[in-house]
DNA sequence: TGTTAGCACTCTCGACCGTTGAGTGCTAAC
DNA sequence: GTTAGCACTCAACGGTCGAGAGTGCTAACA
């Protein structure tokens, strides 16, 4: 593919055509051009910068009487310029129509998805920061009936996991609480690794009680899992199908189902810690998803912690406005999950 | 409407056309039924046979020359004979599809309703029961970071919710033990409800630590709450597209908007506790579902909670399958949540 | 009285056109 | 380098037509 840089005004005909097929989504001819866009030039001139465009791989005729559409080098080259530095100003609609929307705590992730897809009106994707190296703050047997204790792992950065796990009819809430002190003690400050390895030890010392032990072991080891693994919420998946693009009813059966395996879903999201990135179709390598780009932004959680907060679309999209939102709602994650 | 009886050989031939149409999706002609089904007859005499049914509404015709199609009326009739009782049989396939995937216990539900959608390839609903009355069996408060703790409710049931809330800092394990062992004394054996309410007179007793109070408040009234609204989980979603009835993009969106809005969705399901239920099309009164059936089963957790497992798809759905598989993965589930 | 063959009729669906209009590339003039 | 003009291409639209499926009706038959 050709690389040669292209001249101002070949990047503003070609700035052009994006947005007017992203607002009309069928392709854009020399005319329209000449007449919205670029009042002072012919549609004859256009052409030949149109022509040359093509040459250089950034457009493509879908069939020689149609317009142009740009291709995926087109768009790389739109979304790069929105993504130079300090250009995603934060969309203050975006944020109050989040702000407005959180009542429970609970569910900001779920809540920030279906905030962003009305919004937006398309797909949005919202992800809770990996954790890694947790480290148990408190370990604890809540009694409950019949033989059963829920056991509780607290970590340092706050996270709770609990299971109920069977121990000896003959412990009461203190005899529980007792065996909490010890294995608090004893376990306090370690990583739910260690936590795990360190069980054989010390089942001598407890006497026998190896029930609890296992359930410790399995809880850890559980949590251990489900923080390296990140959690990842879908809302307003059926906004795909407002879009032209998708009114081939296979094409959207394939997006849905891509949104529906958390593994594809995940393969889609990006991996690095960038403020904002925009994928775009076949950048991503996934067939089902040709025709789509996802954009994410980034929020942070702490110290080092960062999730994802992100729209799947077509690739004809305003990623403009898209961005300004993403940046608006993350940033209000962020204050929201920071405390 | 006609609600004159019909003659048993009017029913096997509705019968049979009801069950070409499912395969089908097309009208259904009268050589069809007269080769296929009812080869003693010629089609002529079908035809008649049809002419009559389609006077009581069993039939209808999309237009003069095409065949016929059975209405809500003739759908009623057909899965009220699949329902009389002890006449749904549990697939024992879709037993094995569902018990082999799943593995950890906290998702039997989100399991519970992919396999169901896989298997069948239809949406499907899985609903755990609501829990109306629960009383606390124990409450207790783990010490976490930064003058925080973590406030843990079991209910007799075995349900269990947990807050974080705020404590004066000077409080460790031992002290936050103490009032765990105080207030589970009081409070033990009311219900959420109860507790909600007494938490005034005790906080006089307390002597000071309205927080946390206040988080006991806060959470039972949470958990009366989300015990009360049942919890439900969907899963294939996707899978209506691959119906010709919905590959009508507009219907398709109505369909999956329906599944994204908590409150419609609850409205599909029965309010009942019948072993089955089959509700089809417009006896729902949606409009966006006029062409669905809603078929569910079922399950019991414990004495009297029960909860449902559920398909939704086309009205032209094969309704005993459905109900076998259904039947299926609802009695594994009863097994696996009953202990 | 119920069943059936035969036939005319209706209506959808797909194929096959000509027409229209949008858009292009090329040429020649400015 | 820009532009007007023109011939050319091609998708989309609309109309026509024949084929095929299926019906209702009639008349004959058991």
Redesign the interface.
């Known amino acids: 593919m050709d690389d040669r840089p292209i001249d101002s005004r070949k990047e503003r005909i070609l700035r052009a055509i994006i947005d007017d097929y992203i607002q009309t989504a069928s392709p854009v001819g020399s005319r329209t051009i000449s007449r919205k866009y670029e009042t002072s030039l012919s549609s004859a001139t256009i052409r030949n910068e149109m022509s040359d465009l093509e040459e250089l791989g950034y457009l493509a005729q879908p069939h020689v009487s149609a317009g142009r559409v740009p291709s995926v080098k087109a768009y790389r080259l739109y979304v790069d310029r929105l993504l130079e530095p300090g250009t995603v100003p934060q969309d203050p609609q975006a944020k109050a129509y989040f702000s407005q929307r959180v009542h429970q705590m609970e569910d900001v992730i779920t809540t920030a998805a279906q905030a962003i897809s009305e919004f937006t009106r398309y797909t949005a994707v919202v992800m809770m920061p990996k954790q890694l190296e947790l480290r148990v703050?408190?370990l604890?047997l809540?009694?409950?009936?019949r033989g059963?204790a829920?056991l509780?792992i607290?970590t340092?950065t706050?996270a709770?996991r609990?299971t109920?796990i069977r121990v000896s009819e003959g412990l009461d809430?203190d005899a529980l609480?007792a065996i909490s002190?010890m294995l608090?003690e004893h376990l306090a400050g370690r990583t739910l690794q260690d936590v795990q390895e360190m069980l054989g030890t010390y089942s001598r010392q407890m006497g026998g009680d190896a029930q609890v032990l296992q359930g410790i072991a399995d809880l850890a080891s559980?949590m251990a899992r489900q923080s390296a693994t990140d959690t990842v919420t879908v809302?307003?998946?059926?906004n795909i199908?407002?879009y032209p693009e998708?009114?081939d009813?296979e094409k959207?059966?394939a997006f849905?189902?891509v949104?529906?395996e958390k593994e594809k879903l995940m393969a889609l999201l990006p991996d690095g810690r960038d403020a904002f990135t925009v994928r775009i179709g076949p950048e991503m390598g996934m067939e089902e998803m040709d025709g789509c780009s996802v954009v994410t932004a980034s929020y942070q959680v702490g110290a080092d912690h960062n999730g994802f907060v992100g729209v799947i679309g077509p690739t004809r999209m305003p990623y403009g406005r898209v961005l300004s939102a993403l940046s608006a709602v993350g940033s209000a994650l962020s204050e929201m999950l920071g405390e």
């Open positions: 703050s408190t604890q809540v009694p409950m009936p059963s829920l509780v607290v340092d706050g709770i609990d109920v809430g609480y002190r608090t559980q809302g307003g998946s059926h199908l407002n998708y009114s009813v959207a059966r849905l189902s949104l529906e």
